[in-house]
Nanobody, 117 residues
Framework: QVQLVESGGGLVQPGGSLRLSCAAS????????MGWFRQAPGRQRELVAG???????NYADSVKGRFTISRDNAKNTMYLQMNSLKPEDTAVYYC???????????WGQGTQVTVSS
């Protein structure tokens, strides 16, 4: 069973930055795609940023130019650098990693990000 562990969330003021980490229990190159999702209270979970095995990335329009997804293969860890944070970025952030055999992927437990003054 794959384990994904997120960290790095917290309380930050508007305009601030945070870096989220997602540590996997096996080589992240074994996954077809990895991504960061978020879910705010009363809203559906949404894709924030995605990263394919080949290295291609995609972002939600709301975070383009502010968030950057990356990975460190040697550490089996994926990151989400979040800059210029806004109150509307407040949510629980989850990482997901999928394979051909499990297209819905595996989920981490989530990390809370709160942007507030």
């Amino acid at each position: 069973q794959v384990q994904l562990v997120e960290s790095g969330g917290g309380l930050v003021q508007p305009g601030g930055s945070l870096r989220l980490s997602c540590a996997a229990s096996r080589s992240i190159l074994s996954f077809t795609n990895m991504g960061w999702f978020r879910q705010a209270p009363g809203r559906q979970r949404e894709l924030v940023a995605g990263l394919s095995r080949s290295g291609s990335t995609n972002y939600a329009d709301s975070v383009k130019g502010r968030f950057t997804i990356s990975r460190d293969n040697a550490k089996n860890t994926m990151y989400l650098q979040m800059n210029s944070l806004k109150p509307e970025d407040t949510a629980v952030y989850y990482c997901n990693a999928n394979t051909i055999l499990r297209p819905s992927g595996f989920w981490g437990q989530g990390t809370q990000v709160t942007v507030s003054s």
